[in-house]
């Protein structure tokens, strides 16, 4: 399993994490960042540098949030015909411009 970022990221599109990251797995929903986990070599540079501690290492991981993680690369998310799958870098995909059910609706709640 790879790095998580959880609710803690909602709102906080910072940026700093996604600077340090060697691997540009760090992707941008509408309000909340995702790691792709296929992509992440889980070499911690964005713990430290998360302004809001929300990206947490694979054993401290709430199963709600790395499933929310999965679920933004896995299915089709809403306006999306197919799944975001693994783009292969988030610099080239560009803020993907929205985010899983479970976020949308905390931002709605």
């Known amino acids: 399993m790879a790095y998580v970022i959880n609710e803690k990221c909602i709102g906080e599109l ?3 994490c996604v600077d340090v990251c060697p691997v540009d797995c760090i992707y941008e929903g509408l309000t909340k960042r ?3 986990p296929a992509e992440c070599i889980e070499c911690g540079a964005c713990l430290a ?3 809001v501690s929300a990206i947490t290492a694979p054993a401290g991981t709430d199963p709600v949030w790395a499933e929310d993680n999965r ?5 089709p998310l809403p306006g999306r015909s ?3 799958d693994s783009p292969g ?3 080239g995909s560009g803020p993907i411009g929205v985010d899983t059910p479970l976020v949308t609706n ?3 709640g």
């Open 49 to 51: 540098e998360c302004p």
């Open 82 to 84: 197919a799944p975001l």
């Open 71 to 75: 679920a933004f690369f896995a299915l």
């Open 89 to 91: 870098g988030a610099s």
């Open 34 to 36: 995702y790691i792709q």
């Open 14 to 16: 910072d940026g700093s």
């Open 106 to 108: 905390r931002n709605q």
